[in-house]
């Protein structure tokens, strides 16, 4: 718990209406350079601001006005969502500002053309968010000073990028396989800049709203203002932030008006004021009046998507992988690029709604993929995707004609950067280990170095000194081998061959038997007595 006792509640609302691209099919290549489904866009649009944001931001306004500074939201709305307003609708731009005016919404900043360039580039990945920072202070007069990354994706390095670049607070997914036994119900930071304030999602309350509101099936249903505020408040005493992120969408779209959706809306702020001690912030002022409890460490990239919560809605399989990997080949050549229709395109080609359709999730995570997806299988999204980047990428040639040598360059340029890369960061590793180390130098005391030796555990640093063994003394032992048996016939027989050598030449039958030139083969002492026998025997009779 904090110092100063506070307990807040942010709710935050995200904006994006995903665009899609014409049917493009590989005849057009090099002939047709306009690739947006107008029609459609605009038609969904439309129909959206009626539904959608048109009643749901009178709603807000309404309560801002109501609760007299008590009632505070924080939208973080697309750069490609305020162009579509623009176009399409600018009354609901106008709403929006309107919510601005009154000091009680909070806009928050991310990557321009809702894209997925934090997990490629720093360099792309500060521009963009630069861009929807002027698009934000253009058209709804206000500058943001909190962040949220694209479909709240976030790890350690790119909440590090976030506090380079000045924001206070960042705003992400309160995963289970992240917080082990922490609870997503406090303020956090960052574990490389302790600076950036992070702010985890509860997807459960937020779910409630966003998904099982409409679901007669659930065990809670119907979920009223007064029944959520007592989910709040059995919360308030092992918790001091409750974070409440969905779809804007949530309210008259996903969930239609005879629903009650928008009853649970103007009864909600004031249910939990009411019943609760949690008082409603926005992420920037939850980071000046709260303290972290601690650091939270990700280094791997997180989202808010499917049960995993990780990056595979939009780079799970080898189709996204491949289509990520020629768009951010081209970046080069963008940056070069002075003509604003083919900036506007590379802008809207990264939107993270292409890949989206290219998922090839099943069961619920399927589901959720299908809705707004124009397309008729991953396959058919892939295909048509690729077919307007190949396009793309022919008017990019024709603009900067690289030759093979400079292409070459780029490639090896590009390889020792990145080795550059990989030696420092094992330079920065051999140090860590070090220091480690240096730091640890362990003493093993004879009775654990028993156990140890158990444990097949090697100490390096004391290693032990071999003692030598005594050798026993071996008795000789005669193997029953053939090697063996010769050499205890030639010992025996050796004094017999003498005796018979002085003799005579001449030997008779039973001589040659028991003669050492062939061999010999004694079973036993017996065997040797016999043969010594009938040896004096012959010489008897010479004589």
Same mark, same amino acid.
Request: hydrophobic share 35%.
């Given at each position: 718990?904090?110092?100063?006792?506070?307990?807040?509640?942010?709710? &935050?609302?995200?904006?994006?209406?995903?665009?899609?691209?014409?049917?493009?099919?590989?005849?057009?290549? @090099?002939?047709?350079? /306009?690739?947006?489904?107008?029609?459609?866009?605009?038609?969904?649009?439309?129909?959206?601001?009626?539904?959608?944001?048109?009643?749901?931001?009178?709603?807000?306004?309404?309560?801002?006005?109501?609760?007299?500074?008590?009632?505070?939201?924080?939208?973080?709305?697309?750069?490609?969502?305020?162009?579509?307003?623009?176009?399409?609708?600018?009354?609901?731009?106008?709403?929006?500002?309107?919510?601005?005016?009154?000091?009680?919404? =909070?806009?928050?900043?991310?990557?321009?053309?809702?894209?997925?360039?934090?997990?490629?580039?720093?360099?792309?990945?500060?521009?963009?968010?630069?861009?929807?920072?002027?698009?934000?202070?253009?058209?709804?007069?206000?500058?943001?000073?909190?962040?949220?990354?694209?479909?709240?994706?976030?790890?350690?390095?790119?909440?590090?990028?976030?506090?380079?670049?000045?924001?206070?607070?960042?705003?992400?997914?309160?995963?289970?396989?992240?917080? @082990?036994?922490?609870?997503?119900?406090?303020? &956090?930071?960052?574990?490389?800049?302790?600076?950036?304030?992070?702010?985890?999602?509860?997807?459960?309350?937020?779910?409630?709203?966003?998904?099982?509101?409409?679901?007669?099936?659930?065990?809670?249903?119907?979920?009223?203002?007064?029944?959520?505020?007592?989910? !709040?408040?059995?919360?308030?005493?092992?918790?001091?932030?409750?974070?409440?992120?969905?779809?804007?969408?949530?309210?008259?779209?996903?969930?239609?008006?005879?629903?009650?959706?928008?009853?649970?809306?103007?009864?909600?702020?004031?249910?939990?004021?009411?019943?609760?001690?949690?008082?409603?912030?926005?992420?920037?002022?939850?980071?000046?009046?709260?303290?972290?409890?601690?650091?939270?460490?990700?280094?791997?990239?997180?989202?808010?998507?499917?049960?995993?919560?990780?990056?595979?809605?939009?780079?799970?399989?080898?189709?996204? +992988?491949? +289509?990520?990997?020629?768009?951010?080949?081209?970046?080069?050549?963008?940056?070069?690029?002075?003509?604003?229709?083919?900036?506007?395109?590379?802008?809207?080609?990264?939107?993270?709604?292409?890949? /989206?359709?290219?998922?090839?999730?099943?069961?619920?995570?399927?589901?959720?993929?299908?809705?707004?997806?124009?397309? =008729?299988?991953?396959?058919?999204?892939?295909?048509?995707?690729?077919?307007?980047?190949?396009?793309?990428? !022919?008017?990019?040639?024709?603009?900067?004609?690289?030759?093979?040598?400079?292409?070459?360059? &780029?490639?090896?340029?590009?390889?020792?950067?990145?080795?550059?890369?990989?030696?420092?960061?094992?330079?920065?590793?051999?140090?860590?280990?070090?220091?480690?180390?240096?730091?640890?130098?362990?003493?093993?005391?004879?009775?654990?170095?028993?156990?140890?030796? =158990? +444990?097949?555990?090697?100490?390096?640093?004391?290693?032990?000194?071999?003692?030598?063994?005594?050798?026993?003394?071996?008795?000789?032992?005669?193997?029953?081998?053939?090697?063996?048996?010769?050499?205890?016939?030639?010992?025996?027989?050796?004094?017999?061959?003498?005796?018979?050598?002085?003799?005579?030449?001449?030997?008779? +039958?039973?001589?040659?038997?028991?003669?050492?030139?062939?061999?010999?083969?004694?079973?036993?002492?017996?065997?040797?007595?016999?043969?010594?026998?009938?040896?004096?025997?012959?010489?008897?009779?010479?004589?």
């Amino acid at each position: 718990m904090s110092s100063n006792g506070k307990k807040a509640i942010c709710f &935050y609302f995200q904006v994006h209406q995903p665009f899609r691209l014409k049917r493009y099919r590989f005849f057009d290549l @090099g002939n047709d350079h /306009y690739y947006y489904d107008d029609y459609s866009n605009e038609s969904i649009m439309r129909k959206v601001a009626g539904k959608c944001y048109l009643p749901a931001n009178k709603i807000l306004l309404d309560l801002i006005e109501k609760h007299k500074g008590k009632f505070k939201v924080t939208f973080s709305i697309t750069g490609i969502a305020i162009n579509q307003f623009r176009l399409y609708a600018p009354e609901v731009l106008e709403s929006f500002r309107k919510l601005a005016e009154t000091g009680m919404v =909070e806009f928050l900043a991310e990557t321009n053309s809702h894209s997925l360039v934090s997990l490629k580039s720093r360099s792309e990945f500060e521009l963009q968010v630069n861009q929807h920072k002027e698009m934000v202070k253009k058209y709804l007069g206000v500058e943001p000073t909190s962040f949220r990354n694209t479909e709240l994706i976030y790890s350690d390095e790119i909440g590090s990028w976030v506090a380079d670049m000045g924001y206070k607070a960042m705003l992400t997914e309160g995963a289970k396989h992240i917080l @082990g036994w922490k609870s997503p119900n406090f303020l &956090y930071c960052n574990a490389i800049n302790p600076r950036l304030k992070v702010l985890l999602r509860n997807f459960v309350l937020s779910d409630d709203i966003a998904f099982r509101f409409s679901n007669k099936d659930w065990i809670a249903w119907p979920l009223t203002a007064d029944k959520y505020a007592g989910w !709040i408040n059995k919360l308030a005493p092992s918790s001091e932030l409750l974070n409440i992120f969905l779809d804007y969408e949530t309210f008259g779209e996903h969930n239609w008006k005879e629903s009650g959706i928008f009853d649970f809306l103007q009864h909600m702020p004031g249910a939990i004021l009411k019943k609760t001690p949690f008082k409603f912030m926005t992420p920037s002022e939850v980071a000046d009046k709260l303290q972290p409890v601690s650091a939270i460490n990700i280094q791997n990239p997180i989202s808010w998507a499917d049960e995993e919560r990780d990056i595979t809605a939009w780079l799970g399989n080898e189709l996204q +992988a491949a +289509a990520m990997e020629k768009l951010y080949s081209l970046s080069r050549k963008v940056n070069k690029c002075e003509d604003d229709q083919l900036k506007k395109d590379w802008e809207y080609l990264q939107s993270s709604d292409h890949f /989206y359709y290219m998922a090839t999730k099943f069961f619920s995570d399927g589901a959720v993929h299908a809705y707004f997806n124009p397309y =008729e299988s991953p396959y058919d999204a892939f295909m048509n995707y690729m077919n307007v980047l190949s396009d793309f990428e !022919i008017r990019l040639r024709r603009t900067f004609p690289d030759t093979a040598e400079q292409d070459q360059i &780029y490639k090896l340029g590009t390889q020792v950067i990145e080795k550059d890369m990989l030696i420092d960061k094992q330079a920065d590793e051999i140090e860590k280990l070090k220091r480690k180390l240096a730091k640890a130098k362990p003493v093993v005391k004879p009775a654990s170095k028993k156990l140890l030796k =158990e +444990a097949d555990i090697i100490i390096e640093w004391e290693k032990p000194v071999k003692k030598p063994v005594k050798k026993k003394e071996e008795k000789p032992v005669i193997k029953s081998t053939k090697a063996a048996k010769k050499n205890v016939a030639e010992v025996v027989t050796e004094p017999i061959k003498k005796k018979t050598a002085k003799a005579s030449t001449r030997k008779s +039958a039973d001589t040659k038997k028991s003669s050492p030139a062939k061999k010999p083969v004694v079973k036993k002492n017996t065997a040797v007595k016999k043969s010594t026998a009938k040896s004096s025997a012959t010489v008897k009779k010479k004589k």
